[in-house]
């Protein structure tokens, strides 16, 4: 999600300034997404710019008051039907670390999956802590930690399979300035 997506969906409750909008957005979110003032106010004029947004008032603290427009909440409706981008998750680091390892032959793939394994059951550790100590009427942070212990899980699942897959073959190295993808791709 990204402030602009964060912003719409808080004006349609209501007119706000920005400074609560951002501790609105970090609160709604469980804190999932942190923004600093300054964009959230850069995103404001981009709003303002694009007619999605407009100022209502100023208050009597001098604050900006932001409403959302007509257009705005055709924005924001769009937004919330869109599934989510799922092909971006193909793009995160470990899989680029373990792809290029293979291809490259630059890290031994086993020692970059058995790092990444540590450092995931570690934050799983960290999740189940969290999850003990929760508020049990924070529905926000148990939604959000639920997606995380998730995604740890599935990150978990993924490790075993590329382990799975690789199983003894070791990374290749490539000739110098090539690799196997472009060798292949070139037909050499």
Do not use: C, F
């Not at 212990?149 to 382990?163: C, F, G, N, Q, T």
């Amino acid at each position: 999600m990204g402030v602009k997506e964060g912003l719409l969906a808080l004006l349609a409750v209501g007119p706000s300034h920005g400074y609560q909008l951002k501790l609105d957005l970090e609160a709604a979110t469980a804190d999932g997404n942190v923004v600093n003032v300054g964009q959230v106010y850069t995103t404001l004029q981009r709003l303002e710019r694009d007619d999605l947004v407009t100022i209502q008032r100023t208050d009597d603290e001098g604050r900006v008051i932001y409403e959302l427009t007509d257009t705005g909440r055709e924005a924001l409706g769009e937004w919330m039907r869109r599934p989510a981008d799922l092909a971006a998750a193909g793009r995160d680091e470990i899989s680029m670390k373990v792809l290029l390892a293979l291809a490259t032959g630059s890290a031994d793939t086993s020692e970059v999956i058995a790092t990444q394994r540590g450092a995931a059951m570690g934050l799983l550790q960290d999740y189940t802590r969290l999850r003990a100590e929760m508020d049990p009427e924070d529905l926000a942070w148990q939604l959000r930690l639920e997606r995380m212990v998730l995604a740890v899980e599935a990150e978990l699942r993924w490790l075993d399979r590329v382990e799975d897959r690789i199983g003894g073959t070791k990374s290749k190295t490539p000739a110098p300035g090539q690799t196997e993808a472009a060798k292949a791709r070139s037909g050499r």
